[in-house]
DNA sequence: TAATTATTGTTAAAATATTAATAATGGAGG
DNA sequence: CCTCCATTATTAATATTTTAACAATAATTA
């Protein structure tokens, strides 16, 4: 990566788009793409993708484009994904089953070691032959397993102090599906998928194209 | 609405985490708060949370502040969250029956009126007494009801073809969760939910972060 | 009821992000 | 091996977004 100058987050959050188109080119034996090709594809414009890639160097060949199965290698480094991550869920209800049995979460390199949840009918169970553990045993499995992300999946009452058990026993990264704005410490990384906040977009677009066309 | 000024879409996507803050407040019986209080709690600035609100009007008072119940209501008013919306799910999968379970959904006034899946093994079973019903009956199912939202929770290989039948049928508003970019005509609001890419976002700032320290 | 204070609404400035322009360069074709 | 072309890397210009400043004004206090 060039030294120095930091990357905001609207350029991180656009390349895994381009990972993904990517990897649809080389699954069609696509080898090569210009900007303008991949313009048309994600929808940006070919001198912010231009931009976005020189901001890690560059990729691209003049006159040529850049080469699709390096720009996935590549692309895919940046973002981590040339590693495998150790991952727990905590919370067993609807949204920590589903990850849990998100087939693509596997394929991507990401392992589930255990569930977490309080209720005495969920632990014991098994999801995909991952085992629903008491969350009283959060704590000491963290310290005996090497876990690097903690899921959220908790109602929003209880999700901060499950985040500070994650990170009192030193988990770097939480993916955080409760409505609710988790503080953690310098050096911990999280990311907040808000469904709501998603949902309340979706209802503001709807109900004012609603009364532009009324109108 | 203040007339002809458009309003970005940075804008609209802060405003469901005042929505949540307003509504906290006022489950504290707190019916009044500034904008430099509501910084505190949003993280936002003052002076941006006070532009946001102003493209929309007035809603404070100089000296005072925000009433808390009123803002909440105008803020609602303007994210649609004042009406009923009936919805149907497409994909009764993982993520498809995490949706239709989730309580929150119901509270905030959405009334999934159906699932529907293609898969016989699920076709009949009930979802909190909605039942899975045949894709293939999709098409009638939107004629003969009025619904407003199509939430896609089928594999990207299908997702389109599905939203193309849910807009064909007039379908206006589309909750996407399938990590494909849907096309929809002029006039139909589509928002993505991209599971992949947050995750992404995550494994990059987790990296950077781990190389940050270590060099 | 007048003065003071708090805080908004609004305008101006600064910062950031995006788009456009162009110079550099490798590849393809003759 | 030279020329031309395509396309990047990079710089410059533009647009947008955010932050800061301040004038207007309602509430509070004396």
Known sequence: MKKGKRISDAVIRRLPKYYRYLGDLISNDINRISSSELSKLTGFTASQIRQDLNNFGGFGQQGYGYDTKRLHVEIGKILGLDKKYKVIIIGAGNIGQAIANYAGFYEEG???????????????????????????????????????FGVICTPKETSQDMADILT???????????????KVPE?????DVRLNESLYTLTYYYASNREDTEE
Do not use: C, H, Q
């Open 110 to 148: 990401f392992e589930v070691l255990a569930l977490f949840d309080k209720n005495p009918k969920l632990i014991g169970l098994k999801i995909r032959d991952i085992e629903i553990k008491d969350v009283d045993d959060l704590s000491a499995f963290i310290k005996n397993n090497e876990v690097e």
């Open 168 to 182: 009192e026993n030193g988990i770097k990264a939480i993916w955080n599906f409760a409505p609710i704005d988790i």
């Open 187 to 191: 050096g911990v990384s999280i990311e």
